[in-house]
């Protein structure tokens, strides 16, 4: 039977991402075939300017049999677009462009029930531009599903934010018993499927300290009676713990996931234990989907020197 391929969607034309999957490709770490869905004439402009030199083999939107697929050659569906430049600054220009890379991605798997999907990031302010919070959302909407999770996964430990790219001032605003009740549950049953196992999860506060000067925190209106009714049916929940110190050496070891109340709290000592060693997993989709942990980082752009470490965990993590 043939490997099921991983389907990507190149997300921004001005950023990074197709430096880092060509580097990739030169790994070679993985079975799977890989179905790129971008430009072809930005994809070739891309590889002539970083001077690498890989054959494409086009592929039809309508195929459904993959027996002959391999990493050979780049597997490239066509997503023709006319571009005054394909090296240009991050703009709304390119909005339609992206959109249609992620319909025409989505379209594929939908049609041939396919089950792995990794998209090069995007630009937030440019191309959502407040219409939904982050790319997490717009699939959700894309895909008509309701509850979905951020799941920044390392092997060692994942972290998970109750919120997303949401200003501080709104935070508290929303976080609900119910949403905590979702999250963990997503995160359960994702590892149950994928590991066979029930992950250790630890549940931070939102004040420092999981304190405060006033009553009725978020603490004790909806944190702790959901961390003691998620108990209730799961002893491996424990929380809330002070942001600032559920990261310590000794904490660290005791879990697999920890669940934040916000973006920042969780993602910025992941990235500082991590650097770019982890994966975005969206939960709560018809399909698994990874997007490398970093952004378009047009500043880099062309210079030949990004590192393709997130990239290849992806890729790494599909392929299984």
Known sequence: MSKEPI?????????????????????????????IVISKKLLQEQMKKLD??????????????????????????????NFNKCFDKITSK???????????????????????????????????????LGITEYLAIKTKKKDVAMLIFN????????????????????????KIYKQVDLINSFYKKRFNKLPRIAITGLNPHCESN??????????????KHLRLRNAKIN?????????????????????????DQVLSPMKALFNFDAINITLGLPFVRISPD????????GK?????????????????
């Open 239 to 263: 929380g809330p713990f002070p942001a600032d110190t559920i990261f310590t050496k000794s904490l660290l070891k005791k879990y697999d996931v920890i669940i934040g109340m916000y973006h």
């Open 52 to 81: 690498f030199n890989f054959k494409i083999n086009d592929i039809n939107k309508e195929l459904k049999d993959f027996s002959r697929l391999n990493n050979n050659k780049i597997n490239l569906i066509d997503v023709n677009y």
């Open 155 to 178: 092997k060692n430990l994942s972290v998970s934010p109750i919120t997303t790219h949401l200003a501080l001032k709104d935070v508290h605003k929303k976080i609900t018993k119910q």
């Open 94 to 132: 390119s909005n339609k462009y992206i959109n249609k890379t992620f319909t025409t991605a989505l379209n594929f798997i939908k049609l041939n029930n396919l089950s792995k999907f990794i998209n090069g990031p995007v630009s937030k302010k440019t191309f959502l531009k407040g219409k939904t």
């Open 294 to 301: 970093h952004g378009p980082n047009y500043s880099m752009l």
């Open 214 to 227: 006033f009553q009725n925190s978020e603490e004790d209106k909806i944190i702790i009676p959901a961390i």
């Open 7 to 35: 389907i990507i969607a190149g997300g921004e034309p001005n950023s990074i991402f197709l430096e880092i999957f060509f580097k990739s490709l030169k790994a070679k770490t993985y079975k799977s075939p890989l179905i």
């Open 304 to 320: 030949n020197l990004s590192d393709p470490k997130s990239l290849i965990q992806a890729l790494n993590f599909l392929d299984k």
